[in-house]
């Protein structure tokens, strides 16, 4: 079966709460939002209102990273970020990303 092609990552999405720029960036840019020791694929910005993404990341791993950041987007603009454990919010985000790369990209 031939590889899918992954089309490109839009430069912006509309979101509940506005809209919602994307760049890819090098790690090192990537690494200014990570906490200590952390590596970042991935970071929603909320004051820039901006997802990163990581550029050694590619095709379905982009992909997947961008829909989880998105759903923390849809998290925060919706309220219900606002006392969530982060531990229970990474894995909803997982959890709902799986979901549409499921039904969206199968
Ligand atoms: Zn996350």
């Given at each position: 079966?031939?590889?899918?092609?992954?089309?490109?990552?839009?430069?912006?999405?509309?979101?509940?709460?506005?809209?919602?720029?994307?760049?890819?960036?090098?790690?090192?840019?990537?690494?200014?939002?990570?906490?200590?020791?952390?590596?970042?694929?991935?970071?929603?910005?909320?004051e820039q209102r901006t997802i990163f993404?990581?550029?050694?990341?590619?095709?379905?791993?982009?992909?997947?990273?961008?829909?989880?950041?998105?759903?923390?987007?849809?998290?925060?603009?919706?309220?219900?970020?606002?006392?969530?454990?982060?531990?229970?919010?990474?894995?909803?985000?997982?959890?709902?990303?799986?979901?549409?790369?499921?039904?969206?990209?199968?």
């Amino acid at each position: 079966m031939p590889r899918q092609r992954w089309p490109k990552i839009p430069d912006t999405l509309p979101c509940p709460g506005g809209d919602v720029a994307v760049r890819v960036v090098s790690p090192a840019e990537i690494a200014k939002y990570a906490d200590p020791g952390e590596e970042l694929f991935g970071c929603f910005v909320q004051e820039q209102r901006t997802i990163f993404l990581r550029s050694t990341v590619h095709g379905e791993a982009r992909w997947r990273v961008l829909w989880h950041e998105l759903m923390h987007v849809g998290l925060e603009d919706s309220g219900l970020r606002n006392g969530l454990e982060h531990a229970l919010e990474e894995a909803l985000c997982d959890a709902l990303t799986s979901l549409v790369m499921r039904v969206v990209y199968r």
